[in-house]
């Protein structure tokens, strides 16, 4: 048992590494997200230091992995996907992808009445689906509003803000390449 103990939490830095590299990470940005400091994340990547809960929940958090996942915990075999909804200014964000960096897929709920747009800028590209309701999407000098079935995608260097256009409210697919990685359809006819 020890010995299988061991072997787990062996594997758990070249796991910590491969995460934070795919994400394009440093160490220091790593140790300011997490207030974990450099010197430790750096131990507990190269095996020196012992992975504790302590070090490894806001690791988890900051990946956007499951525990189980950094540790290497068997699967159950459900394969039933159980996202956890996170909730922020009134709009609820469930993920649907479980991986570090790249794109990431969303499913949002935008509450009704969010008030007067506040246009944002930050890195990344941003495509999303309207599910169900209306959206009212703020690109710049522009404003549309989005029925279900249609789509908008964007650089997130332009100023933009989006919410339920009415008193109900609207659900989105949103894809978000944190990089700036646009969306790409293939199709291919037969």
């Given at each position: 048992?020890?010995?299988?103990?061991?072997?787990?939490?062996?594997?758990?830095?070249?796991?910590l590494r491969e995460l934070?590299?795919?994400?394009?990470?440093?160490l220091a940005s790593l140790?300011?997200?997490?207030?974990?400091?450099?010197?430790?994340?750096?131990?507990?990547?190269?095996?020196?230091?012992?992975?504790?809960?302590?070090?490894?929940?806001?690791?988890?958090?900051?990946?956007?992995?499951?525990?189980?996942?950094?540790?290497?915990?068997?699967?159950?075999?459900?394969?039933?996907?159980?996202?956890?909804?996170?909730?922020?200014?009134?709009?609820?964000?469930?993920?649907?992808?479980?991986?570090?960096?790249?794109?990431?897929?969303?499913?949002?709920?935008?509450?009704?009445?969010?008030?007067?747009?506040?246009?944002?800028?930050?890195?990344?590209?941003?495509?999303?689906?309207?599910?169900?309701?209306?959206?009212?999407?703020?690109?710049?000098e522009r404003e549309t509003?989005?029925?279900?079935?249609?789509?908008?995608?964007?650089?997130?260097?332009?100023?933009?803000?989006?919410?339920?256009?009415?008193?109900?409210?609207?659900?989105?697919?949103?894809?978000?390449?944190?990089?700036?990685?646009?969306?790409?359809?293939?199709?291919?006819?037969?």
């Amino acid at each position: 048992m020890a010995e299988e103990m061991d072997e787990v939490l062996t594997a758990v830095g070249p796991r910590l590494r491969e995460l934070r590299r795919r994400a394009g990470a440093t160490l220091a940005s790593l140790s300011e997200i997490t207030g974990i400091s450099v010197s430790t994340l750096s131990r507990l990547e190269s095996g020196e230091r012992k992975p504790s809960l302590e070090l490894l929940l806001p690791l988890a958090r900051v990946h956007r992995v499951p525990l189980d996942e950094l540790v290497g915990a068997p699967e159950t075999g459900d394969p039933r996907v159980h996202a956890r909804p996170i909730r922020r200014d009134g709009r609820t964000y469930l993920p649907l992808t479980r991986r570090p960096g790249g794109v990431q897929a969303y499913k949002l709920i935008l509450p009704p009445g969010e008030g007067e747009p506040d246009p944002r800028v930050h890195e990344g590209y941003e495509w999303f689906y309207v599910l169900n309701g209306r959206v009212r999407l703020v690109l710049g000098e522009r404003e549309t509003v989005l029925k279900p079935g249609e789509a908008a995608e964007f650089d997130t260097h332009v100023p933009h803000w989006f919410a339920a256009a009415d008193s109900r409210p609207a659900e989105i697919l949103s894809l978000f390449g944190p990089q700036g990685e646009r969306l790409h359809v293939r199709a291919r006819t037969t």
